[in-house]
């Protein structure tokens, strides 16, 4: 079984992993997992996130992706970088070409954890082991993250579920009753849900959001 925690920056989902390391094995973001080369290939982030959804497929035990391997998809249709609509285009036809290929499958199981901001910005202050130099960015990516996942749950198959994560205990306990509830949903059609999210993506807007 393949788990993805999503959720905001700080919020603490390498924490949750690492409390959880008794009963799944956590695969890291990219960022983490490998070492940036110096000259990056154009798809080199993209390869990485199939080389992470091979690490969750030869593992014995369930797994938890730290991080959306489709995350490309939903992060650049946030911030709209300059040729965005070059950039989707592409990043459409990799995952495509990927799934096609059975390189990467959408996770068994979506966790979108939230929190309030407050709460966010005192856990980011608190925590001096990482350096989250682009915290208030991202920060104003919450409301979209959870404006896409909603879609999915509510026009895909796919398996998404929202958690309030006020401690780690608390969310350690409501993932393992997630987990103990889930149930094989019906065949997910990876290529046609490809399909729906590149057309969402396409006729649907990020929500503005506020500056903090």
């Known amino acids: 079984m393949i788990i993805c925690f999503e959720g905001p920056s700080a919020i603490g989902k390498t924490t949750l992993c690492e409390a959880l390391n008794n009963n799944f094995t956590s695969i890291p973001e990219v960022n983490l997992l490998f070492k940036r080369p110096k000259n ?30 489709f995350q490309p998809l939903w992060y650049n249709w946030i911030y709209k970088p300059e040729n965005y609509n070059l950039q989707l ?7 495509t070409n990927a799934i096609h290929k059975k390189k990467i499958t959408f996770p068994d ?16 202050e608190n925590d001096n082991s990482r350096k989250r130099s682009n915290f208030m960015k991202h920060q104003s990516l919450i409301l979209n993250q959870q404006l896409y996942f909603k879609f999915l749950k509510d026009e895909t198959n796919l398996n998404i579920i929202f958690i309030t994560y006020n401690s780690v ?11 103990k509830e889930y149930r094989n949903p019906e065949l997910i059609d990876q290529s ?11 006729n649907n807007n990020p929500m503005h959001t506020p500056e903090y």
Do not use: M
């Open 40 to 69: 990056e290939p154009k798809y080199w982030y993209l390869d990485k996130q199939l080389e992470r959804t091979y690490l969750c497929k030869t593992e014995k035990k369930s797994t938890i992706l730290d991080g959306d391997p």
């Open 89 to 95: 285009d592409a990043t459409l036809e990799f995952y």
């Open 109 to 124: 199981l979506y966790i979108v954890f939230n929190v309030e901001y407050e709460t966010l910005l005192t856990r980011k």
């Open 169 to 179: 205990d608390q969310a350690k306990h409501d993932v393992l009753l997630a987990v």
């Open 192 to 202: 046609r849900t490809i399909l729906h999210i590149a057309e969402w993506l396409k």
